[in-house]
């Protein structure tokens, strides 16, 4: 697609080269500008014949010789270069009833304007037209051959991928156990619809894949299609935002009927955010065509019957986005996250992707899991085939340790510029900043449990986290409790710089929550001894999506304005404090967590509390 935007480029610079050199051509055939009264003065001394009178100019010939006295002597000099003969002229006429009566005077041939003017039209306007048309539509062949095209509306790039085998099954999926269990079920629906109906058991209908590209969603989806022996139909929803309002629609709606032919069957959706992104989101105005196109599958979701044997997986990399309508129940109410697999897992990965690759006997897999944190499962398949194309080149029998290195260095530098890729000494700070977080938490009593802290970098935005799940639903918060959330929100700054005596800019979507959360204390909740009891904002909307409202009106007075922002700063302050001496209390058990993290990558609750269980720091 780059490439073609680009062709097309090059044909409108083409045109514009073309006409250029037309016109430019144009001018260098052109007659001399003479002022007419330098041409009543020749013709008078009868220095010019074939005169034609055309609209608005006069043309004709000046015989070259003595010209002396008649013309500017700027004007013969420049005549003179042009070489001798009779020399061409243009004046622009003036109303002068005289002007025939001299013409007829001088004896110079003379007449109106014919096939003259006519040429030039045509070499100025109609030639460029014409060329403009020819490769407009031969522009517009090409896109219509690449996709249906402007003039082929039925024939759109849109396609409905249609695989009776996937020939892909579980086997072929590693690293990413949790996700592939919880669609085990799904092949068993498949499978087994009986079973269910008969119980009146509630088959999902849609699943929606959630992870980051290259993770494996599609090999996942396939493979339940694969497992359950059925028919796997797929699309893509960048592909559905077309460029004519009710061909996605249209789409979408053969791609049900075929689905529920062939049922059981597995219809994929890759990229559901680019067809389901909230409407009215991100764009100005909307898109008339992806609306229609996700109100159409809404509208079949909505419509088919569980029963019919059909299940809908989706992929996305940006669920956040998602229009709340998809993810409603009886839509894509069921949600399976795919990480970027932990050693153990891109092990299992490097595993599946060299089971027909012969390796040499220092290839070492578990040292080649070891150095790619952050790699996806695309990337670990990608890092075999790099390696394995080396030994190939170098006539080798198997893959060497040597050859997974280079492959290795060379595949680094391009996921460095995606910020997939950490540095020993960044991993370093992130298992502190991590550990500080999970610490933190473990030590206040009414902090949600950690169940999960994990370094391995899920994009730009986050290079690690820690995963905290409440106890309990909760309703309302009391302030110690809200004190005790900024405590736990600062622990991974505050761990940064008590370990390495300076802070990284790692901390920052932390420091805006905890100032997002002081500000509410102080704002809506009256929290603040100072301020009182006073609300100065109302709670936003919170929208699912947090879309952007605008900002209200102030309420408040310039002097109060000042007291919340102390106020703020007083709580961040004091929060600050508070974490600083827990770490230092426990600094035996931050170092700790922390070396296990950089050892592990991924610590569970397990794990978490066999590290601290002999210290007791277990909470009550
Ligand atoms: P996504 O759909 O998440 O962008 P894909 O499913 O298209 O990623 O993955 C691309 C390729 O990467 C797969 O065809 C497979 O070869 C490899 N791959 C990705 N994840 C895994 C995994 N967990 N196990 C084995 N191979 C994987
Ligand atoms: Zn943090």
């Not at 298992?431 to 999960?452: F, M, N």
């Amino acid at each position: 697609m780059e490439r073609k935007h680009w062709l097309s480029i090059w044909y409108f610079v083409a045109a514009f080269v073309a006409i250029t050199m037309i016109q430019y051509w144009m001018e260098a055939r052109h007659s001399e500008t003479i002022a007419y009264s330098e041409f009543k003065k020749l013709l008078v001394a009868k220095k010019v014949h074939d005169v034609s009178i055309g609209d608005g100019v006069i043309s004709g010939k000046l015989t070259a010789e003595g010209l002396e006295g008649l013309l500017p002597a700027a004007k013969l000099q420049e005549m003179k270069k042009g070489g001798g003969g009779d020399h061409p002229f243009v004046t622009v006429a003036v109303n002068d009833p005289e002007l025939v009566a001299d013409l007829e005077k001088s004896g110079a041939a003379f007449g109106g304007v014919a096939q003259n003017k006519w040429l030039s039209t045509i070499i100025s306007w109609v030639l460029p037209a014409v060329i403009f048309f020819a490769l407009w539509s031969f522009f517009a062949k090409r896109m219509g051959q690449a996709q249906g095209g402007l003039l082929a509306i039925g024939k759109s790039k849109a396609r409905v991928y249609l695989q009776k085998q996937t020939g892909v099954t579980f086997q072929d999926v590693a690293g990413i156990d949790e996700a592939r269990d919880e669609l085990m079920e799904v092949v068993d629906f498949l499978k087994n619809p009986e079973r269910y109906r008969k119980l009146g058991g509630k088959i999902p209908k849609g699943v929606l894949i959630v992870g980051a590209p290259g993770t494996g969603k599609t090999l996942l989806a396939k493979a339940v299609a694969g497992e359950a022996g059925v028919p796997f139909l797929s699309l893509s929803g960048s592909e559905f935002v077309e460029m004519f309002v009710g061909v996605g629609a249209a789409r979408v709606r053969d791609l049900f009927k075929q689905a529920e032919k062939m049922a059981p069957s597995i219809v994929f959706i890759d990229e559901l955010d680019a067809l389901g992104k909230a409407r009215g989101f991100g764009s100005m105005g909307g898109h008339d065509e992806r609306e229609q196109t996700l109100n159409q599958l809404l509208v079949e979701m909505d419509g088919f019957d569980t029963n019919s044997g059909v299940i809908i997986l989706a992929a996305t990399n940006r669920p956040e986005i998602l229009d709340p309508a998809l993810l409603r129940p009886g839509r894509f109410d069921r949600h399976v996250a795919i990480d970027r697999p932990d050693v153990k897992g891109r092990l299992a990965i490097l595993k599946v992707h060299t089971r027909d690759v012969p390796l040499a006997e220092d290839a070492n897999l578990e040292a080649v899991a070891g150095r790619t944190p952050g790699f996806a499962g695309a990337d670990l398949a990608n890092l075999v085939n790099e390696a394995t194309l080396l030994a190939a080149k170098k006539d080798r029998p198997g893959v060497t340790m040597g050859d997974f290195e280079a492959a290795l260095d060379r595949i680094v530098t391009g996921l460095e510029h995606k910020n997939r890729v950490m540095n020993p000494k960044e991993k370093e700070v992130v298992a502190y900043h991590e550990a500080g977080h999970a610490l933190v938490a473990e030590c206040r009593p009414s902090a949600d449990r950690v169940t999960k802290i994990s370094i391995i970098p899920r994009g730009i935005a986050a290079l690690g986290y820690t995963q905290q799940a409440p106890t309990e639903d909760r309703y309302l918060l009391r302030k110690t409790e809200l004190l005790e959330r900024l405590d736990v929100l600062l622990g991974g700054r505050v761990a940064e710089e008590l370990v390495f005596h300076d802070v990284s800019t790692g901390a920052q979507d932390d420091l805006q929550r905890a100032t997002d959360m002081a500000r509410h204390m102080v704002t809506q909740y009256g929290m603040s001894d100072a301020l009182g009891l006073a609300t100065y904002e109302s709670p936003r909307n919170q929208t699912l999506l947090g879309v952007q409202q605008l900002p209200e009106a102030r309420v408040y007075s310039e002097s109060t304005a000042q007291g919340i922002d102390a106020e703020i700063n007083r709580l961040l302050l004091e929060a600050k404090a508070r974490v600083a001496a827990t770490l230092n209390e426990r600094r035996p058990s931050l170092e700790a967590l922390a070396k296990l993290l950089l050892e592990k990558e991924v610590v569970d609750r397990a794990a978490l509390e066999r590290l601290f269980a002999p210290t007791a720091m277990a909470k009550s």
